[in-house]
C-alpha cells in the first residue's frame, strides 16, 4: 500500500505527538504507570504501531534505510554524520537538524 508524503507527515505528527503523553509521564499518577495500567497498555499497543509505521515508510533494503525515496547511505559524509547525530540525540530539534544540514549544504 503506498502512503503519500502528505498521509505519512500527518501520521507521523500524530505518533509524535501520542508519543510525547508517555514521554511526558512525569505528571501520570503511580496507578496510571502500573505495567497493567489500561494507560500502560495503551501506550505498548503505540510502541508497536510506531515500529510499524517506521516499518512502513522506512524501508530496508539492500542493507540500509530508505527515507521518502532517499537512500541515507549514499547521502554526503558530512550529511549522514549529522542525520547520525540528530538519530541518537535526547536535545537536537528537527529544526536544528534542518539548520545543520543547511549549513553543510553552504559550505559546498
Same mark, same amino acid.
Given at each position: 500500500? *503506498?502512503?503519500?508524503? %502528505?498521509?505519512i507527515?500527518?501520521?507521523?505528527k500524530?505518533?509524535?505527538?501520542?508519543v *510525547?503523553?508517555?514521554?511526558?509521564?512525569?505528571y501520570?499518577? %503511580? *496507578?496510571?504507570?502500573?505495567?497493567?495500567?489500561?494507560?500502560?497498555q495503551?501506550? $505498548?499497543? $503505540?510502541? &508497536?504501531?510506531?515500529?510499524e @509505521?517506521?516499518?512502513? *515508510?522506512?524501508? @530496508?533494503?539492500? =542493507?540500509?534505510?530508505?527515507? $521518502? =525515496?532517499?537512500?541515507?547511505s549514499?547521502?554526503?559524509? /558530512? %550529511?549522514?554524520?549529522?542525520?547520525?547525530?540528530?538519530?541518537?540525540s535526547?536535545?537536537?530539534?528537527?529544526?536544528? $537538524?534542518?539548520? /545543520? &544540514?543547511?549549513?553543510?549544504?553552504?559550505?559546498k
Amino acid at each position: 500500500m *503506498s502512503q503519500t508524503n %502528505d498521509s505519512i507527515t500527518k501520521k507521523s505528527k500524530d505518533l509524535q505527538y501520542k508519543v *510525547s503523553t508517555y514521554i511526558h509521564s512525569y505528571y501520570m499518577s %503511580d *496507578s496510571e504507570l502500573e505495567y497493567n495500567s489500561d494507560n500502560m497498555q495503551n501506550c $505498548l499497543n $503505540l510502541i &508497536l504501531e510506531v515500529d510499524e @509505521f517506521i516499518k512502513s *515508510s522506512m524501508p @530496508f533494503i539492500n =542493507g540500509t534505510w530508505t527515507m $521518502l =525515496g532517499m537512500e541515507i547511505s549514499s547521502m554526503p559524509e /558530512k %550529511d549522514r554524520e549529522v542525520f547520525e547525530e540528530w538519530k541518537t540525540s535526547c536535545k537536537m530539534t528537527y529544526d536544528e $537538524l534542518k539548520e /545543520k &544540514l543547511f549549513e553543510n549544504h553552504k559550505q559546498k
